[in-house]
């Protein structure tokens, strides 16, 4: 476990998180707004977000879709379909969603995982209450391989594209779950009350429509200083924050933490006057809930801990995902 009691140890902690897996993956998506840039006809919605928009009669339309590392498939099938549910859940409640149904694309070299991902599936659809309408199966494969997409629906939108300077950025993680290994995957919902994970969930929603947030991310396997960066990138700011405001689990690493995809994690900025209201709202859930810090117009995110501060991020100079209002 690495302390924090002298100047380079902070910045050690922050280099190595730098270079986790997690993050390299966000740095492909560039790839996406170079090639694809012209390739959408809509214009009210920012494009790079947790998922795509579309204005309806009754609110958003809201569209998301999941592919998972093939390793992380064959190596644990059932955890692997139960996150195809989740990991798109999470998504449509970032934006301030509802999820409404979900389809999957499954290949795999026979029965056997292709069996074990389905009932993860099941699994989890059940314990969200979101129905599996359909999809594409295929047997024949070379190896197991996962996507899955959903739909939802929003009243008020939350977006990765709405934080401004002067907002106070506040973390929500629920800290009652254990690892899953061999990945630093921190699972507190496959053995939860389905009744607790949908209530959970429908915070967000329920955030967005009474105002209390209006820029969220779920943390995803960028870990939360990757996550914040996409969300400071999209809107164009940066971001200080205290590392002992971050809700952890007490005996666990921060390298470990700070890397870890949680079943349930979320960033969200609001008004300095709507965070205890915003808190109260996780906490009656029983989830672990605290502002961490506010975001500035730097474009950097800087992390302070026992009077040290060291710049994890700066988008001046470096791109994560290359989305920002600009390239939308």
């Given at each position: 476990m690495l302390t924090l009691e002298s100047p380079a140890t902070l910045c050690e902690l922050l280099t190595r998180i730098r270079h986790y897996s997690g993050i390299a993956h966000k740095r492909d998506i560039q790839l996406v707004p170079q090639q694809l840039k012209a390739a959408s006809?809509?214009?009210?919605?920012?494009?790079?977000?947790?998922?795509?928009?579309?204005?309806?009669?009754?609110?958003?339309?809201?569209l998301?879709?999941?592919?998972?590392?093939?390793?992380?498939?064959e190596e644990d099938p059932w955890f692997a379909g139960w996150c195809g549910v989740m990991v798109n859940v999470s998504d449509i409640a970032a934006m301030g969603g509802?999820?409404?149904?979900?389809?999957?694309?499954?290949?795999?070299?026979?029965?056997?995982?292709?069996?074990?991902?389905?009932?993860?599936?099941?699994?989890?659809?059940?314990?969200?209450?979101?129905?599996?309408?359909?999809?594409?199966?295929?047997?024949?494969?070379?190896?197991?391989q996962l996507s899955v997409a959903i739909l939802g629906q929003a009243k008020a939108l939350l977006s990765g594209f709405a934080a401004r300077p002067g907002q106070a950025v506040v973390a929500a993680i629920d800290l009652r779950g254990s690892w899953r290994a061999p990945n630093l995957n921190w699972n507190a919902a496959t053995t939860a009350d389905p009744a607790m994970l949908r209530r959970c969930i429908d915070l967000l929603p329920q955030i967005a429509e009474r105002g209390l947030a209006v820029a969220a991310k779920d943390i995803s396997q960028a870990g939360l200083l990757g996550?914040?960066?996409?969300?400071?990138?999209?809107?164009?700011?940066?971001?200080?924050?205290?590392?002992?405001?971050?809700?952890?689990?007490?005996?666990e690493s921060w390298q470990d933490w700070l890397c870890a995809f949680?079943?349930?994690?979320?960033?969200?900025?609001?008004?300095?006057?709507?965070?205890?209201?915003?808190?109260?709202?996780?906490?009656?859930?029983?989830?672990?809930?605290?502002?961490?810090?506010?975001?500035?117009?730097?474009?950097?995110?800087?992390?302070?801990?026992?009077?040290?501060?060291?710049?994890?991020w700066d988008l001046a100079e470096s791109a994560l995902t290359g989305f920002a209002p600009s390239t939308s």
């Open positions: 006809p809509f214009d009210y919605y920012p494009n790079g977000d947790d998922c795509a928009v579309l204005p309806n009669g009754e609110g958003y339309s809201l998301a879709i999941e592919g998972f590392i093939n390793r992380f498939v509802r999820p409404q149904a979900v389809v999957n694309a499954l290949w795999s070299a026979g029965e056997d995982k292709a069996a074990q991902v389905l009932a993860g599936m099941a699994a989890a659809s059940a314990a969200f209450g979101v129905p599996i309408v359909g999809g594409h199966t295929n047997l024949r494969s070379q190896q197991t996550t914040l960066t996409m969300l400071l990138e999209s809107s164009q700011v940066g971001a200080k924050i205290t590392l002992e405001s971050i809700p952890k689990p007490p005996d949680p079943s349930f994690g979320y960033l969200l900025t609001t008004q300095a006057t709507k965070t205890a209201d915003l808190i109260e709202q996780f906490n009656q859930c029983g989830i672990a809930a605290a502002v961490i810090g506010e975001v500035t117009d730097s474009l950097r995110l800087d992390v302070m801990t026992n009077n040290q501060c060291e710049c994890f």
